[in-house]
C-alpha cells in the first residue's frame, strides 16, 4: 500500500491508466475490507458465545447475521486470491505465451469493455425473462442468483432442458433455442472473433524478443540501484 501511495502521488491521474493499478487497488480495498469484517465477524461470535453462556443454551439464537458475516468474508477472501493470482501473472510476464496474452488484453480492452455491456444487457434480459416466467415451476429458478446460475450452465451446454419442457412445453424449448442462439452462437462467437483479431495484431507488432526485454528490465532495474532513476517500481 505504501508503494501504490508513492506511485500515485508520482503518477497523478495517469496511475488509472494501467490495469495493474487496478489490481494493487483490488488487492489493498479487499484486504482491508477483509480485516474489518474478520473484526466483525470475531465480536459476533463473542455475543452469541456469551449470550448462550448466560443462558445455559436455554434461548433463541438467531445464527442468521454471523452466517451472512462469514459468508461475506469468504467472497472476500475470494477476491482477495483472485486479484492475487491476477497479479501472479506480472511476475511471469518474460514468458513469451504470457507476454503475448497481456498485450491481447491491452489491445482487446476496450472492445471487450463495450463487448461487456452488451452481453450485460442481453444476460439481464434473459435472467428476468427466466426468473419470471419459471419461478412458480422450476427450483432452479426460485431466486435471481439461482436463475443466473442455471444460464451459466446453459452456456456451457451442462444444463438438462428437460425441467423446461415439463414447466411449458411451449415457451420452455423456445426460450432455451432463443438463449442458445443469441448468447451461445453470437455473443460467444463475437468474444472470440475480438480474440483472435487482438491476437493477430500482437503477433504482427510483436518486434522485440524476451531476451531484449529481460536486458531491459536488469538495467533499469541496476540504474535504480545506482541513483541514476529515482522511484524506479
Not at 469468504?74 to 510476464?93: A, N, S, W
Request: aromatic share 22%; net charge positive.
Amino acid at each position: 500500500m505504501f508503494i501504490e501511495i508513492q506511485l500515485f502521488f508520482r503518477l497523478k491521474s495517469n496511475y488509472f491508466h494501467e490495469f495493474w493499478s487496478f489490481i494493487e487497488l483490488g488487492i489493498i480495498i479487499c484486504s482491508w475490507i477483509g480485516v474489518g469484517i474478520y473484526i466483525w465477524r470475531y465480536k459476533e461470535y463473542n455475543r452469541i458465545s456469551q449470550l448462550f453462556e448466560e443462558t445455559n443454551g436455554y434461548v433463541y439464537g438467531n445464527l442468521q447475521l454471523a452466517t451472512y458475516i462469514n459468508d461475506f468474508l469468504i467472497f472476500i477472501y475470494g477476491f482477495c486470491c483472485f486479484f492475487g493470482t491476477i497479479k501472479f501473472v506480472r511476475l511471469c510476464r518474460f514468458n513469451q505465451r504470457i507476454c503475448l496474452f497481456i498485450q491481447t488484453l491491452q489491445y482487446a480492452g476496450k472492445d471487450l469493455i463495450s463487448f461487456g455491456m452488451m452481453f450485460s444487457i442481453i444476460f439481464i434480459a434473459f435472467l428476468t425473462l427466466f426468473y419470471l416466467l419459471f419461478i412458480s415451476y422450476i427450483g432452479s429458478c426460485s431466486t435471481l442468483l439461482e436463475t443466473s446460475q442455471m444460464l451459466f450452465e446453459m452456456t456451457v451446454m451442462k444444463y438438462n432442458v428437460h425441467d423446461l419442457t415439463e414447466a411449458a412445453p411451449f415457451l420452455g424449448p423456445f426460450c432455451f433455442s432463443l438463449f442458445i442462439f443469441l448468447v451461445v452462437f453470437i455473443c460467444l462467437s463475437m468474444f472470440l472473433s475480438i480474440i483472435n483479431q487482438s491476437f493477430r495484431r500482437v503477433k504482427e507488432n510483436n518486434k522485440k524478443n524476451d531476451e531484449q526485454q529481460i536486458y531491459s528490465f536488469i538495467f533499469d532495474r541496476f540504474l535504480s540501484w545506482t541513483g541514476k532513476i529515482k522511484n524506479f517500481i
